[in-house]
């Protein structure tokens, strides 16, 4: 299993760009790269999944460059209530078992 | 559409005893998955279930084991419950036949061993 390193944490502001990156030096042909976002007390919350270049939908963005050896997860304009763990995981082979890895994940703070 | 519900939210129990977690999956979804977050160890994978199927386990003990019903329904069970089995039990259901990242998680049992 690929094996993912963020950083531990990262503080903000509200209204700024946050990107959080994860590498993932060993990532294999078949595994997508996803993000969770997770909250006290809660499950963790799908944010976006991607491949390879770039995927983006209403909350988030995610940039994957050719190597596929890291990616960014951009949120455009955080808030207070971004403020939350995220988890970059790879794996999740196709057509196989659904086993996630979580990592450490990155505690964003975000202050006004 | 409804999401994951897991029951029951909140659990104590003490050492040696058993405990029985439900999970219903999103409807159509046929995979569920169970996890154990704790703050020493983070998030870890205990099993996954595909058409009443284990297909997938992680490494834990016996005393943990789970199954599935041919409605999805999932359950898991410890036996001789350990101090260190407090932890948020998380379920998460998928369709389960593709690629497994896109999963969506319960709220989670919060189990507390006394």
């Known amino acids: 299993l690929a094996k ?3 950083p531990i944490s990262m503080d903000s502001y509200e209204g700024q760009e946050v990107n959080i990156t ?4 060993n990532i294999a042909t078949n595994d997508y790269i996803t993000w969770y976002q997770q909250f006290p007390s809660q499950g963790p919350r799908f944010i976006i999944q991607g491949y390879k ?3 983006t939908n209403e909350v988030a963005s995610l940039f994957i460059p050719a190597d596929r050896k890291s990616s960014t997860l ?6 207070l209530s971004d403020t939350a763990v995220y988890y970059c995981l790879v794996g999740g082979p196709v057509g196989g078992g659904n086993k996630l890895t979580f990592g450490t994940g990155t505690q964003l703070k975000v202050e006004l | 559409k409804a999401g994951v519900t897991q029951t029951p939210r909140y659990l104590i129990k003490t050492r040696g005893q058993q405990v029985t977690l439900s999970c219903s999956p999103i409807s159509g979804h046929r995979s569920v998955s ?3 977050q704790t703050p020493g160890q983070g998030l870890q994978f205990l099993f996954e279930y595909f058409s ?5 386990k992680g490494n834990f003990p016996g005393r943990f084991s789970g199954r599935q019903f041919s409605n999805s329904r999932s359950e898991m069970n410890v036996s001789t419950l350990e101090l260190g089995d407090s932890a948020l039990y ?6 389960g036949t593709s690629n497994g990242n896109e999963q969506f998680f319960g709220p989670g049992t ?3 061993v006394l």
Request: aromatic share 6%; hydrophobic share 20%.
């Open chain 2, 110 to 112: 919060r189990l507390t």
């Open chain 2, 34 to 36: 169970w996890y154990q």
């Open chain 1, 4 to 6: 993912t390193t963020q």
């Open chain 1, 22 to 25: 994860c590498s993932h030096n």
């Open chain 2, 52 to 56: 009443e199927t284990q297909r997938n």
């Open chain 1, 53 to 55: 270049t770039k995927v």
């Open chain 2, 90 to 95: 998380l379920c998460a259901s998928s369709k």
């Open chain 1, 74 to 79: 951009s949120l455009p304009r955080v808030s």
